[in-house]
Each structure stands twice: as structure tokens, then as C-alpha cells.
């Protein structure tokens, strides 16, 4: 397709594009075929060096950028993507699969970030004050930690690059961004876009490559890289932050999920069962934000396991660029084998499927929406991240009951809750150890807001107004009085 065709298959280092040192490539594929959609340059150890040299290059230079030419260059990249929305919503489908009405939905979401940080980035501050005794006035100022390796998902393509670009740009931090393998297309556009809107050579370099641990742990220990960003698994998080721990490198981890979602029996059920198809669907379920475990009060469980069932039966199943597909395919077959085998081992325990269940024939990673009920409290499906598109629901009887359930895992990125009760409401809110909540509302990604979660889900913020902290220092000059 020429949205394909057109999007540059090398690696982006100094402003340039350049094939991979050895020569070597990488296959992308379109999951909903399991066709090739074409090869990008497989990048080498040495390759990712080269990156590195031309952000710590570039980093002096872009760190005195005056505040108001990065913003411009954000605001017109911002620009640049909305005009392009049908281009690139059509390329995340291709290469990931959502659907394409998912895949405009997050243009607009990821295309916001670079919006608001270009606004963020006149608003760095400081301050001047005078110490308790007199004698020295506090000159606090803020500047760009330096250059950052950042590392993205294949889950959203352009809103995890986004995310992490825009406020290191805005801050005056240059990059080394390491796409997932999967979905380096839509990294590779952001390049071009970022480009056509004057960021200089240098400043954003991006090394896509199938041997993901051979080229990032001798960039972590090299000492050049000041700042990780990393969303992804924690699993990889914990082995990304020893390899930090050398060079003391600070670090940002968006990291796994297993997120709670509460029904009491005073929900408005139409708002729920719609909140939980939101927190349950988006994306075929390939969220850390998406709802992992629903419990919903034995008093109204039943009505609402059959209210979901039948909006999730009724949900069109199919090649993200055909009109009318609700559900696209899982980003590649071992994604598929896991909710398929968690599936059958809550089955197993004596889980009840109420729609679903069963793997489709015929090409593509489709696995049906699927909703279960009766789980098993040993039945994998609890402590697992499904990140496929399988409603597993729990009850309970009482509100502490729900919390201590909800609170059992070492994860505590997001959490859902619905009742009408606002005492209720503002009381399990604050006993959830989550870092986001969504109240009566299945949806919390907002670019305004702070995105990040506690315990294993990570360290950190991304978006809102702290989000770009994470890529400044804090520099304090004592000035004696009268000096």
C-alpha cells in the first residue's frame, strides 16, 4: 500500500537515514493476514552507538534552543499529524491491527501530546528566594537531564512515541528512541513529521531492531544516556533498572498491569456494562489500563454478566480496514495462544463461557471477544495480564471484600470502580493502590492528566502538567546577599 511504501525503512541517526551496519532487515507483518507488509533495517549494537553519539552531539546545542523554537516545532508537528490522520491511522492498522476508527482515535490522543508539551515547554520555571537566615539568596533553575534513550510498545504506536518525544523535546533533551519491532513504521513517520517541522539533525534518532537487550544494555552502561523511558513488561522493567543502576541513569517505567474493575449494586448498570466494554475493549483488550479482573456484587452479577455478553457477541470481528470492524486482530499468534490458554484454564477450573472462547479459522490473530464467569480463585486468568479481548468476572458481597481483592497483586497501574454512591465512591478511590481511577467511566488516558502507576506497574508520570519532570533537572546556586 503506498502508506507503507512511502514511510522510510532505515534507521533515523543524525538526520539522515541510514541501513543497518550489518545489512541486515527485519520483516513487518500485518496481523490481520499474516502477510508482509515490508522490511525495516535491523539494527546492530554498533548501530545504536551511532545513535547514541549523535544525541550526546546534538545535546548542547538543542539544550540552548530557546523554549519558544521547541514549542513551534511541537505545535507544528501537532499540525502536521491531524492533517495526516487518515495516512497514519491507516498505517497503525496495517502494521497493528486495530481498527481503523481505534486507530484515528489515537492519532488525535497521541497527536494531543506534542500539543501540550509544545505548551509546557515556555512554562519551565524556577525560582528565586531568600534563605531562612539571610545571608544567600536561592537561585533554583531547571535544565534538560541530557540525552534520552526511550523504548515504546507495539501496542499504540504513535501515542507511546508521542508521549515520551514530546516532553523530552519540550524539556531540550535529544533521543535515541528504540520502537517495538512489530511496529516501527508508524516511529518512522513520526520521524519525517518531526523533521518537516525543523527539528534539527541530531536531536530525535530511532534504531529499530529485533535484538532489543544486545543493543540497549551496552547504551544503559555506556554512561552517555542520562534518561530511560520505558513502557513494556515488568519483567523487562526490572532488568532495564539494574542494567540503570550502573551509571545511576534515572529512569521513567510505565510498566505491566492487572487492573481491578468494581460494579457495587448501586451502579447504574447501562453506565457500567458500556464502561467496562470501553476498559475492556479498547484495543482487543491490549491495554496495561485494561480492565483485567471485574468484580461485580452477587446481587446484580447475573444481569450484568448477560448485559456484557450480549454487547460483546454483538461486536464485529474483522480486518481493522474493513467498515464496520469493532474488534481487530491480536498483534501476533503467541498473543492469541495466551488468552486462548488462559481461556481454557479458567474452563478448566470450572469458569463458565457465556459468549467466545473458541479460536477462529482461517488467517489472521483474531481471538473473539469472549466473557466468563465463575472463576476459579486459582484459575491463572486472576494473576495474569490477559491483554487479549476475555472479560473474566468475580463477585463479591461487601465493599471491604472487593477492595482486598482488587488490592491483591503487585500491580497498581489502573483501577475502575461504578457505583452512585459518592461516599462510596471517594472512599474506594482512595483505598485502591492504583495510580489512575476511572470512576463510572472506562476510560483515563487523558493527555492533561498524569499517567503512571504504583507498586510493579512503575515509577513516574507521563502527561499532565509533571510529565515533563521527568526530563529535568533541578540546579540550585547559592548568590551570598550583596554579592
Known amino acids: 500500500m503506498t502508506v507503507v511504501r512511502d514511510v522510510p525503512k532505515q534507521l533515523f541517526i543524525g538526520g539522515g537515514w541510514q541501513d543497518a551496519e550489518s545489512g541486515r532487515t527485519l520483516s513487518v507483518d500485518n496481523p490481520a493476514t499474516g502477510e508482509e507488509l515490508c522490511q525495516v533495517a535491523d539494527a546492530s549494537p554498533a548501530d545504536g552507538r551511532r545513535a547514541v553519539e549523535a544525541a550526546v552531539a546534538a545535546q548542547a546545542a538543542w539544550a540552548a534552543t530557546p523554549p519558544r523554537v521547541r514549542s513551534e516545532i511541537l505545535r507544528r508537528a501537532y499540525d502536521i499529524i491531524i492533517a495526516r490522520t487518515e495516512d497514519?491511522?491507516?498505517?497503525?492498522?496495517?502494521?497493528?491491527?486495530?481498527?481503523?476508527?481505534?486507530?484515528?482515535?489515537?492519532?488525535?490522543?497521541?497527536?494531543?501530546?506534542?500539543?501540550?508539551?509544545?505548551?509546557?515547554?515556555?512554562?519551565?520555571?524556577?525560582?528565586?528566594?531568600?534563605?531562612?537566615?539571610?545571608?544567600?539568596?536561592?537561585?533554583?533553575?531547571?535544565?534538560?537531564?541530557?540525552p534520552c534513550l526511550l523504548i515504546t510498545p507495539w501496542n499504540f504506536p504513535l501515542a507511546m512515541g508521542t508521549r515520551k518525544i514530546g516532553p523530552a523535546i519540550a524539556a531540550g533533551c535529544t533521543i535515541v528512541l528504540k520502537p517495538a519491532p512489530q511496529t516501527p513504521l508508524t516511529s518512522l513517520a513520526l520521524a519525517e513529521i518531526l523533521t518537516e517541522a525543523g527539528l534539527p539533525?541530531?536531536?530525535?534518532?530511532?534504531?529499530?531492531?529485533?535484538?532489543?537487550?544486545?543493543?540497549?544494555?551496552?547504551?544503559?552502561?555506556?554512561?552517555?544516556?542520562?534518561?530511560?523511558?520505558?513502557?513494556?513488561?515488568?519483567?523487562v522493567g526490572r532488568i532495564l533498572l539494574a542494567q540503570c543502576a550502573d551509571t545511576v541513569i534515572r529512569t521513567s517505567m510505565e510498566l505491566g498491569g492487572n487492573a481491578p474493575l468494581i460494579v457495587f449494586d448501586d451502579a447504574d448498570l447501562d453506565v457500567a456494562v458500556e464502561g467496562t466494554l470501553v476498559a475492556k475493549m479498547r484495543n482487543m483488550g491490549e491495554s496495561c489500563c485494561a480492565a483485567n479482573r471485574i468484580y461485580?456484587?452477587?446481587?446484580?452479577?447475573?444481569?450484568?454478566?448477560?448485559?456484557?455478553?450480549?454487547?460483546?457477541?454483538?461486536?464485529?470481528?474483522?480486518?481493522?480496514?474493513?467498515?464496520?470492524?469493532?474488534?481487530?486482530?491480536?498483534?501476533?499468534?503467541?498473543?492469541?495462544?495466551?488468552?486462548?490458554?488462559?481461556?481454557?484454564?479458567a474452563v478448566k477450573r470450572g469458569a463458565t463461557v457465556l459468549t467466545g472462547g473458541e479460536l477462529p479459522e482461517g488467517p489472521g490473530c483474531f481471538y473473539p471477544p469472549t466473557v466468563l464467569t465463575g472463576i476459579a480463585p486459582d484459575s491463572a486468568i486472576i494473576g495474569t495480564e490477559i491483554f487479549g479481548p476475555v472479560a473474566a468476572i468475580r463477585t463479591f458481597a461487601t465493599e471491604d471484600e472487593a477492595v482486598t481483592a482488587a488490592n491483591d497483586t503487585e500491580f497498581g497501574l489502573a483501577a475502575y470502580l461504578f457505583t452512585q454512591n459518592l461516599d462510596r465512591a471517594l472512599r474506594v478511590a482512595e483505598r485502591l493502590e492504583s495510580g489512575m481511577i476511572g470512576l463510572n467511566t472506562g476510560l483515563v488516558s487523558n493527555p492533561a492528566a498524569p499517567f503512571g502507576g504504583v507498586k510493579q506497574s512503575g515509577l513516574g508520570r507521563e502527561g499532565g502538567r509533571v510529565g515533563i519532570d521527568e526530563f529535568l533537572e533541578y540546579k540550585y546556586i547559592a548568590v551570598p546577599v550583596g554579592a
Not at 486507530?103 to 515547554?121: I, M, Q, T
Not at 447475573?302 to 448485559?307: K, L, S, Y
Request: neutral net charge.
Open 88 to 146: 497514519l491511522a491507516l498505517l497503525m492498522t496495517l502494521e497493528m491491527g486495530k481498527p481503523l476508527a481505534e486507530a484515528r482515535a489515537e492519532v488525535a490522543y497521541g497527536a494531543e501530546f506534542f500539543r501540550w508539551f509544545s505548551e509546557e515547554a515556555v512554562r519551565i520555571d524556577g525560582g528565586l528566594t531568600t534563605a531562612p537566615d539571610g545571608r544567600n539568596r536561592l537561585l533554583v533553575t531547571r535544565q534538560p537531564v541530557g
Open 201 to 235: 539533525a541530531g536531536v530525535l534518532n530511532i534504531v529499530t531492531t529485533t535484538d532489543a537487550a544486545g543493543v540497549v544494555e551496552p547504551l544503559l552502561r555506556g554512561g552517555k544516556i542520562r534518561k530511560l523511558s520505558f513502557t513494556g513488561s515488568t519483567q
Open 296 to 345: 461485580v456484587h452477587t446481587s446484580v452479577a447475573d444481569e450484568f454478566a448477560t448485559r456484557l455478553s450480549a454487547r460483546m457477541a454483538a461486536l464485529t470481528v474483522g480486518d481493522g480496514t474493513e467498515p464496520g470492524t469493532a474488534v481487530g486482530p491480536l498483534i501476533d499468534n503467541a498473543g492469541r495462544s495466551k488468552a486462548h490458554d488462559l481461556v481454557r484454564d
